[in-house]
């Protein structure tokens, strides 16, 4: 088993910055991709961000945050965190930390392992 626990979400203004960590234990050598999910309420789901954990560190982005957003890992530590720039409140969502066996993938299913989620609010 894999456990994923996030933090670093908050209340920010628009145009500000966060950061968010999401710190991985037990079984972490079985996992070879890490992402972030949003979620907003009454939508789906929605793919973020996703690192390869392999030497390459092949690093992968949503359209809608893609020069703004910037995902990176320290397997040292095994955390990977997500630097959240230039913020719009339509970035407002829960944001999920996940973990797969396999290589990257933007379909939620396909992820193995979950966080509980931290809640990132930007106001206008």
């Known amino acids: 088993q894999v456990q994923l626990v996030e933090s670093g979400g908050g209340l920010v203004q628009a145009g500000g910055s966060l950061r968010l960590s999401c710190a991985a234990s037990?079984?972490?050598?079985?996992?070879?991709?890490m992402g972030w999910f949003r979620q907003a309420p009454g939508q789906e789901r929605e793919f973020v961000a996703a690192?390869?954990?392999?030497?390459?560190?092949?690093?992968y982005y949503a359209d809608s945050v893609k020069g703004r957003f910037t995902v990176s890992r320290d397997n040292a530590k095994n955390t990977m965190y997500l630097q959240m720039n230039s913020l719009k409140p339509e970035d407002t969502a829960a944001y999920y930390c996940?973990?797969?066996?396999?290589?990257?993938?933007?379909?939620?299913?396909?992820?193995?392992?979950w966080g509980q989620g931290t809640q990132v609010t930007v106001s206008s």
């Open positions: 996940a973990a797969k066996f396999g290589g990257y993938s933007a379909s939620y299913h396909s992820y193995n392992y």
């Open positions: 037990g079984r972490t050598f079985s996992i070879a991709t």
């Open positions: 690192i390869n954990r392999s030497s390459g560190s092949s690093t």
